[in-house]
């Protein structure tokens, strides 16, 4: 089992700033790709942005320029820097790892979503 602990959504104004950070521990080998997903209401969940173990990052258009994706292997966290936030940025942020395990198989494990809210 893989166990994910995300901290530090909440409530920002327009133009502030967040750092989302989320933890996996477990009995699994590695971790290769790391990722945020957000799920506004009534709406799908979409991908945010992505790191590889080497450090290889990917956004949606949506928050390139403002959002900053990061990894520490050695803590086994990821973090995302939430600057000049806007109203539409309001969902509750998922976290989600891919591990690496012994033998070679991979699983896909999601946190438990920590809300953002942006708002005046």
């Known amino acids: 089992q893989v166990q994910l602990v995300e901290s530090g959504g909440g409530l920002v104004q327009p133009g502030g700033s967040l750092r989302l950070s989320c933890a996996a521990s477990?009995?699994?080998?590695?971790?290769?790709?790391m990722a945020w997903y957000r799920q506004a209401p009534g709406k799908e969940r979409e991908s945010v942005a992505s790191i590889t173990r080497g450090d290889s990052t990917n956004y949606s258009d949506s928050v390139k320029g403002r959002f900053t994706i990061s990894r520490d292997n050695d803590k086994n966290t990821v973090y995302l820097q939430m600057n000049s936030l806007k109203a539409e940025d309001t969902a509750v942020y998922y976290c989600?790892?891919?591990?690496?395990?012994?033998?070679?198989?991979?699983?896909?494990?999601w946190g438990q979503g920590t809300q953002v809210t942006v708002s005046s």
């Open positions: 989600n790892v891919i591990t690496v395990w012994t033998g070679g198989g991979l699983r896909s494990s």
């Open positions: 477990g009995s699994f080998f590695s971790i290769t790709v």
